[in-house]
């Protein structure tokens, strides 16, 4: 998941039991493979019910790693147990995007009305034990600054892997493979989300540089979105957002508070 792809180790959250005791096998099964049953699906039928309803289409960009990684290994200097992730750093960049492009502000409610928040929340996608997955949201998470935003991502994403469940309003979710090597993915949107981005682990790929060709190291944004709030033309423009904001990434530096008078 999203929140472990640059991690070099998670926490993992307490063990449960996905699956019941095996059945005895009949007279004539003995000899055969044995059978489970009462295996819990991997999406609960509340996601599938939700799911009949997305049109969903999917694109792909890459974007340059080079001003993350840089951002990590300076913040890394000075605080080195502390430092804030790439993982971090990418949620950040898709924030100020969808500062952006209000159609990724939305949400698609059960009745299929579309409704946009000024104010929005962002979603993290959190692998847990036992091949399930769950989501922490940032809540409001344009109104946080630079030290806000690393402090709710944190939490957020303890309390999430630890069992905390939070209400789900978020129109983007992140997620990603990348502890896997997964360099690109489609992913599913939930409903009331708009849209998910898988983000790819870091690779080299040979990019246009005028009229040359070079090597460099990226990552694959592949965004999934839900057709009946948003075309591809809006999507693609987010998406490049997104790339500007990850390619063009600083530290931010601390707000200047007005003098008293």
Not at 14 to 25: D, M, Q
Not at 79 to 108: N, T
Not at 157 to 167: E, H, L
Request: hydrophobic share 45%; net charge neutral.
């Amino acid at each position: 998941a999203f929140a472990e792809q640059f991690d070099a180790a998670a926490k993992e959250s307490p063990k449960t039991e996905t699956e019941a005791a095996v059945s005895a096998p009949a007279p004539g099964d003995r000899g055969r493979h044995v059978r489970h049953y009462n295996i819990e699906p991997a999406l609960s039928p509340t996601i599938t019910r939700k799911l009949n309803r997305v049109i969903a289409a999917n694109l792909q960009i890459d974007a340059r790693w080079e001003a993350i990684q840089q951002a990590r290994q300076a913040v890394k200097k000075t605080d080195r147990e502390q430092a804030p992730s790439p993982s971090l750093m990418i949620a950040w960049a898709v924030v100020r995007a969808m500062e952006k492009y209000a159609p990724f502000r939305r949400l698609i409610l059960e009745d299929d009305q579309i409704v946009q928040n000024d104010d929005f929340d962002l979603g993290i996608a959190v692998a847990l034990e036992g091949d399930r997955l769950a989501t922490a949201v940032i809540t409001t998470a344009n109104q946080k600054s630079w030290p806000e935003f690393i402090g709710a991502f944190n939490e957020t994403v303890a309390a999430t892997r630890a069992g905390r469940v939070d209400a789900m309003n978020a129109p983007v979710v992140i997620t990603s493979l990348g502890a896997f090597e997964v360099k690109a993915g489609a992913p599913i949107v939930v409903p009331p989300s708009v849209a998910t981005l898988f983000v790819g682990t870091a690779h080299h790929e040979l990019i246009s540089n005028k009229n040359n060709n070079e090597s460099a190291e990226v990552i694959t944004l592949s965004l999934t979105f839900d057709h009946r709030v948003v075309n591809g033309a809006g999507a693609a423009a987010f998406a490049n957002e997104i790339k500007n904001q990850i390619e063009a990434f600083k530290i931010p530096k601390p707000e200047k508070r007005a003098a008293s008078l």
